[in-house]
């Protein structure tokens, strides 16, 4: 585990031996979708440790590979999202990395905190890149959790999101769906557009877009979007 000590200069508040940033109390009032979350979150967890390979992104699959290419991240990268595996494959070892997740990584070689994107427990501006690696359709409130990463962005700083849409219905998991959620892992699936239009509503100018298939997974679409904040 690295020791956070060392991007004390990141964090809205002193560290004070702290590990956990969730402030559940608070989350439990103010987002509705709080209870049908920890369910999908349930599930999730599960599906992560019953099939990692399926689920997180190991640097040996091509759709991580391609995704490591098109994000190119550099400098203070906040992963949201990062998952509760090693490194995700899509940022290099050379990338400052401090990745956040309500599930644990056990060692992670990067610094992990514990927390969601909703309450950032970061200083603003001063990230040079966050990135949603297939973690975007996975949070309470994204409109909420784009306000946060716009803030803890520096001017100019660039947003990558890599989102999986299924274009048949997926029958894999048989696990129960939350009441209030649209599957057992999401709460809702947008459609790009209307993410694309949740990023520019939230002042997080789109730039690039790609939508890209791999052969080995036919039925399953990756859109990659690149987006920045303004300079
Ligand atoms: C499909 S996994 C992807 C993990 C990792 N990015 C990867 O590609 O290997 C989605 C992750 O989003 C996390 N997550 C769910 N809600 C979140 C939130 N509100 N804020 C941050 N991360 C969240 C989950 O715990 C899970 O680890």
């Known amino acids: 585990?690295?020791?956070?000590?060392?991007?004390e200069f990141l964090?809205?508040?002193?560290?004070a031996g702290r590990r956990d940033f969730i402030p559940y109390e608070k989350a439990r009032e103010e987002l509705p979708a709080w209870?049908?979350?920890?369910?999908?979150?349930?599930?999730?967890?599960?599906?992560?440790?019953?099939?990692?390979?399926?689920?997180?992104?190991q640097p040996d699959r091509r759709d991580v590979t391609a995704f490591r290419r098109f994000a190119d991240l550099a400098g203070h990268?906040?992963?949201?999202?990062?998952?509760?595996?090693?490194?995700?494959?899509?940022?290099?070892?050379?990338?400052?990395?401090?990745?956040?997740?309500?599930?644990?990584p056990a060692d992670p070689d990067f610094f992990y905190l514990k927390a969601i994107c909703e309450y950032l427990p970061f200083k603003d501006g001063g990230f040079?890149?966050?990135?949603?690696?297939?973690?975007?359709?996975?949070?309470?409130?994204?409109?909420w959790s784009l306000r946060e990463c716009r803030r803890v962005l520096k001017p100019g700083g660039r947003l990558l999101l890599w989102e999986?849409?299924?274009?048949?219905?997926?029958?894999?998991?048989?696990?129960p769906v939350p009441e209030g959620a649209e599957d057992p892992?999401?709460?809702?699936?947008?459609?790009?557009?209307?993410i694309l239009d949740q990023f520019e509503r939230?002042?997080?100018?789109?730039?690039?877009?790609?939508?890209?298939?791999f052969t080995e997974r036919a039925d399953y679409v990756h859109h990659f979007v690149e987006a920045e904040v303004p300079a």
Request: proline share 7%; hydrophobic share 35%; aromatic share 8%.
């Open 185 to 194: 892992f999401h709460i809702k699936k947008y459609s790009v557009p209307e």
């Open 202 to 213: 939230n002042g997080i100018r789109v730039v690039a877009h790609a939508d890209v298939r």
């Open 77 to 104: 990268v906040l992963d949201v999202g990062c998952g509760p595996g090693q490194r995700p494959g899509y940022v290099g070892a050379e990338v400052d990395l401090v990745g956040i997740d309500p599930l644990e």
């Open 35 to 57: 209870k049908a979350w920890e369910q999908c979150q349930e599930n999730g967890a599960w599906s992560y440790r019953e099939k990692p390979e399926a689920n997180l992104s």
């Open 128 to 143: 040079d890149a966050v990135v949603f690696g297939t973690s975007y359709d996975h949070v309470l409130d994204p409109e």
């Open 1 to 7: 585990m690295k020791d956070l000590r060392e991007i």
């Open 164 to 175: 999986g849409q299924h274009t048949k219905p997926r029958k894999e998991f048989d696990l």
């Open 11 to 15: 964090l809205s508040e002193p560290l």
